[in-house]
């Protein structure tokens, strides 16, 4: 079983910055692969951006340039840096772990960007 907490969202004007975190209950880096999901009202939720075990990332087309996924080893957390802020970034942030048997995510977090 691991658990997932999510923080760092909040309310940002257009062009800010946030950082999201997602503590993880579990070391990482035996899950196969760790992403960020957001889900904006009356959408489908989607994903944002993976970064595989061995440390390769990917990322929606949407936030290419603008948002970095990284991971820290010795706190077990992922993070989101999301720079240059839309409000069509408006979204809940979730956190996604890939694991065997069974995949894990977070509560969600809310990320408000005004215009």
């Known amino acids: 079983q691991v658990q997932l907490v999510e923080s760092g969202g909040g309310l940002v004007q257009a062009g800010g910055s946030l950082r999201l975190s997602c503590a993880a209950s579990?070391?990482?880096?035996?899950?196969?692969?760790m992403g960020w999901y957001r889900q904006a009202p009356g959408k489908q939720r989607d994903v944002v951006a993976f970064i595989s075990n061995g440390g390769s990332t990917n990322y929606a087309d949407s936030v290419k340039g603008r948002f970095t996924i990284s991971r820290d080893r010795d706190k077990n957390t992922l993070y989101l840096q999301m720079n240059s802020l839309k409000p069509e970034d408006t979204a809940v942030y979730y956190c996604?772990?890939?694991?065997?048997?069974?995949?894990?995510w977070g509560q969600g977090t809310q990320v408000t960007v005004s215009s």
């Open positions: 996604y772990a890939e694991s065997y048997p069974r995949n894990y």
């Open positions: 579990a070391n990482i880096f035996t899950l196969n692969a």
